[in-house]
């Protein structure tokens, strides 16, 4: 669901502070050699977002084939396996306010948990992460939904949720529901959509909130193919209106189209940043992935 924030995240999962009691994003203009010592930002230049050094751990619990004997010798002994999953590592980079940042990468790359840590709803484990403006997601379709609520009913929760009084988003839903086509399916509960429908939807509500930021993983990738036309028009007219934007996709043709710069990942760690169309013959490259071929597939 789209919120409101303009917020720091940092390692500490309890630190987030409001950015408005924090010290603003610095502006002013450093010489080239202070400005590369210190990662200050040049005049001109207002930072979004600013992702600083983060990396992501996830513990969890295994055991190859669990029995009931090992689970009582274990808890006799009080040990529990224990894995560490490094999904993401060090990763640093910034993304100007009206630019479009596409990230890359092969499956287990990082990509969607660093997505969830740039929305907040996974902090770092190490690093920090400043986010500022209006944030509306689309991270999974859907997500947030209140599937025993009818289209209608959860489109209000999440214009509520996103900070608008109740007669600003009933006039938004009446927008939503002409984009969305969805026609008497909006007053019925969204157990009874179908993949479909949920996308539309979902997309609909993201975009329509008018986001400063806007963080979208995979959602052009989900319904027929006048949903996807329909949907990249849209995103195309936020990006047209300066929005700014963070994109994951393996549809490189998609991230080439809309993105101004990209960041490759890959295994977690952060191999290239840059203009979209250099870090992307990178990525092709490596992956000897022929470069026409890659422009148009989704599922790479």
Partial sequence: MPSESEVTTTGDPSAVLNAGNSSPLDTTEPTAAEAQVSGEVPAGREIAIRV????????????RQPTLKSAIMRAGRGNRAIR???AVKGVTFEVERGHVMGIIGNNGAGK????????????????EIEVR???????????????MLSGYENVLLGGLAAGYTRSEIEAKAAEIAEWCELGDF???PMRTYSSGMFSRLAFAVAVHMEPDVLLVDEALSAGDARFKAKAAAKMQELVDQAHTMVLVSHALGTVESLCDEAVWLEQGQLISTGPVADVIAEYTESNSINSKAA???EDM
């Fill in 295 to 297: 422009t148009t597939r």
């Fill in 133 to 147: 403006g209006r944030v509306s997601t689309l991270l999974a379709l859907g997500v947030g939904f209140n599937k």
């Fill in 52 to 63: 600083s050094d983060v990396s992501i751990t996830y513990r969890t619990t295994f055991e």
């Fill in 112 to 127: 969607s948990t660093l997505m969830r840590a740039i929305a907040g709803i996974l902090p770092p484990t190490t690093g």
């Fill in 186 to 188: 909006l007053e019925l």
């Fill in 84 to 86: 560490e999953i490094e």
